[in-house]
């Protein structure tokens, strides 16, 4: 049987948010930095924690219609998932920098290396929830076809 041909259009890639909590400390500073590299890698797209901590009615309503939510915690506070927990919004993805062996200090105590452990963690899916996961052409997924009418060709 012939392999579907993949969809070079990006409609069927899943559609992910990324709440960084983007803290003050080291580790909340590199949840800003990780999810600016995941979003220049095509994972998903940031948005800002303090913002959905208002309750901004499009950002809420597009967190709610996303295919996952990707929070990104900097320490075991976890600001950033009780802030979207507090508007209905669950995690599909919950990364603690802390538990990825990183320890919390000041602002500027990291290195790229922290950046690309915490990218790489997204990537593999570590901080995934039991709930089922949207397919991920990089991680190996198959396409169904993506509904904008290519038909698998463009």
Same mark, same amino acid.
């Given at each position: 049987m012939a392999e579907t041909p993949q969809c070079s259009c990006g409609a069927n890639e899943p559609k992910r948010i990324i709440f960084p909590c983007?803290?003050?400390?080291?580790?909340?500073?590199l949840t800003n930095l990780a999810a600016i590299q995941?979003?220049?890698?095509?994972y998903g797209n940031i948005a800002c924690a303090s913002l959905l901590a208002i309750g901004a009615e499009s950002l809420v309503a597009n967190a709610l219609k996303a295919d996952e939510v990707v929070i990104l915690d900097g320490c075991p506070m976890?600001?950033? %998932? /009780?802030? #979207?927990?507090?508007?209905?919004?669950a995690a599909g993805q919950h990364i603690i920098v802390t538990e990825l062996g990183i320890t919390?200090?000041?602002?500027?105590s990291y290195t790229n290396d922290d950046i690309d452990k915490i990218v790489a963690a997204c990537?593999?899916?570590?901080?995934?929830? %039991? /709930?089922? #996961?949207p397919t991920d052409k990089k991680a190996g997924g198959k396409d169904t076809g993506c509904g904008c009418g290519c038909g698998g060709t463009c």
């Open positions: 983007a803290g003050q400390a080291n580790v909340g500073q995941l979003t220049d890698e095509g976890l600001c950033a %998932k /009780k802030i #979207a927990g507090a508007q209905g919004i919390k200090g000041p602002s500027k990537w593999k899916g570590e901080g995934r929830t %039991k /709930k089922a #996961a």
